[in-house]
């Protein structure tokens, strides 16, 4: 059974930096892509960036580009994103995803890190 635990969320300043990170378990990923997405209270749940397991290939979205850093530690099954530049608009729940190669859906999710940028 796949599992994805979050951690490393909390408070911050603006202009500050946190690391989130995602084990994963349960499975074996070279075949998936790792997610991070956010949600804002009263917005919809958004894309933030990805990574493929194998490879390395990333992507991200425009508000963070930049600024975040998604990154894996294939040994450890762990995915990070590392958020600097913190901006209170940055205030979600973050949550990391699994989804395989080639499809849409992301199948499996994480329980979610909260994440509060303070002006």
């Known amino acids: 059974q796949v599992q994805l635990v979050e951690s490393g969320g909390g408070l911050v300043q603006t202009g500050g930096s946190l690391r989130l990170s995602c084990a994963a378990s349960?499975?074996?990923?070279?075949?998936?892509?790792m997610g991070w997405f956010r949600q804002a209270p009263g917005k919809e749940r958004e894309f933030v960036a990805s990574i493929t397991w194998t490879g390395g290939r990333t992507n991200y979205a425009d508000s963070v580009k930049g600024r975040f850093t998604i990154s894996r530690d294939n040994a450890k099954n762990t995915v990070y994103l590392q958020m600097n530049s913190l901006k209170p608009e940055d205030t979600a729940v973050y949550s990391c995803?699994?989804?395989?190669?080639?499809?849409?859906?992301?199948?499996?999710w994480g329980q979610g890190t909260q994440v509060t940028v303070s002006s």
């Open positions: 995803a699994l989804r395989r190669i080639g499809t849409g859906q992301y199948d499996y």
């Open positions: 349960g499975g074996t990923f070279s075949a998936y892509v």
